[in-house]
């Protein structure tokens, strides 16, 4: 995901697009509010949610194959919120050189880095999830958990080296506190580079997402009337077909929003890439406001999904719960016997 593109040194733009040449346009409200509340209030929302659902995956019963994807689809959706929200909070406003080289050395590239990865792990389970869906005999032998963590670090390493692009953009003018673009940015390779980043992470992954999904919900939907036809009910069936089934669910729930929420951020590029963003700066401005935080929000969003399309890992929550509560009465009844036998003794 293109989070923060084609984005210039002139103090009057900052990083996200907003215009600030004109303190009163209804742009630059408009971007204030989107970065200064309701972006942090997303990542800090997110930064909770997903630091608490990576915790219950970790729990034993989730120890899948397919919870390994979603467990590095947290990781990767929260680290891109933490390295974000110093940016929201400070960075963004600063104009110190520690907060510039923050902003064109960290943020930018790692948060574009996380984000494709996200992108492209969410692919990756939806394909994975077609092949169970379709060869549920072959898969359960040949996907295994070991597969699974080899094909996530092939994805981080690709979108790694796809990124590596971010870092040579900009550079520190090492006399005023301001971002200078590269000789290699205004090249036309960055140029084309941007282009191919824009198909590889937005309309191929769109495209892959949309027809697989739809492939997956039609299988699901042949076999459930498959069930019905036998007379087969849910407690004639499988304990690991109805796992299945019910991860089947949430990754739908995952695809469609990526696809509603990614969408926006497609078209915001496309325009920035056009010769449409030097005539329209202000609705441009909105629009990559816009997109960053429907982005920011489908990183932050997960929680909610699991908790809501997942019985399995609803139910891991509910163990957690009890086994911190249960935590929390031994020390309590620890405590309370300490007193009673300090008192017993005066």
Request: aromatic share 12%; proline share 3%.
């Amino acid at each position: 995901m293109e989070l923060l593109n084609n984005t210039t040194s002139d103090l009057n733009i900052s990083l996200c697009g907003r215009i600030k040449s004109n303190p009163d346009s209804a742009s630059q409200t408009f971007g204030d509010i989107c970065t200064k509340y309701v972006a942090p209030t997303i990542c800090v929302f997110g930064i909770l949610g997903n630091s608490f659902s990576l915790v219950v995956l970790m729990q034993k019963s989730l120890k899948q194959s397919p919870y390994i994807n979603l467990k590095a689809l947290t990781v990767v959706d929260l680290l891109a919120l933490i390295i974000s929200l110093p940016y929201m909070l400070r960075g963004e406003y600063s104009r110190e050189y520690g907060w510039l080289w923050y902003n064109i050395h960290i943020f930018i590239p790692l948060v574009n880095w996380l984000t494709a990865t996200s992108v492209w792990i969410v692919v990756l389970m939806t394909v994975e999830r077609y092949v169970y869906v379709k060869f549920p005999l072959r898969a359960k032998s040949q996907l295994g958990r070991t597969g699974t963590i080899i094909r996530i670090f092939v994805v981080l390493g690709i979108t790694f080296i796809m990124s590596l692009q971010k870092y040579f953009l900009y550079e520190l003018d090492p006399v005023k506190p301001k971002y200078i673009k590269t000789s290699f940015a205004k090249s036309r390779l960055s140029y084309i580079l941007d282009i191919s980043l824009m198909v590889i992470h937005h309309f191929i992954p769109l495209l892959v997402l949309g027809i697989v999904n739809f492939l997956v919900i039609r299988t699901v939907r042949e076999a459930r009337n498959q069930r019905v036809v036998f007379n087969l009910r849910n407690n004639q069936e499988g304990g690991w077909q109805r796992d299945e089934r019910r991860f089947t669910v949430t990754l739908a729930s995952i695809v469609i929003l990526n696809i509603c929420f990614v969408g926006p951020a497609t078209v915001t590029d496309i325009l920035m890439l056009s010769k449409l963003s030097g005539n329209f700066p202000v609705m441009i401005s909105v629009l990559r406001q816009i997109s960053n935080v429907l982005l920011w929000f489908c990183l932050s969003f997960n929680f909610v999904l699991y908790c809501t399309f997942n019985k399995r890992f609803l139910q891991a929550l509910k163990d957690t719960l009890r086994i911190r509560r249960r935590r929390r009465h031994s020390c309590k009844s620890v405590k309370s016997y300490e007193m009673t036998f300090l008192r017993s003794d005066s």
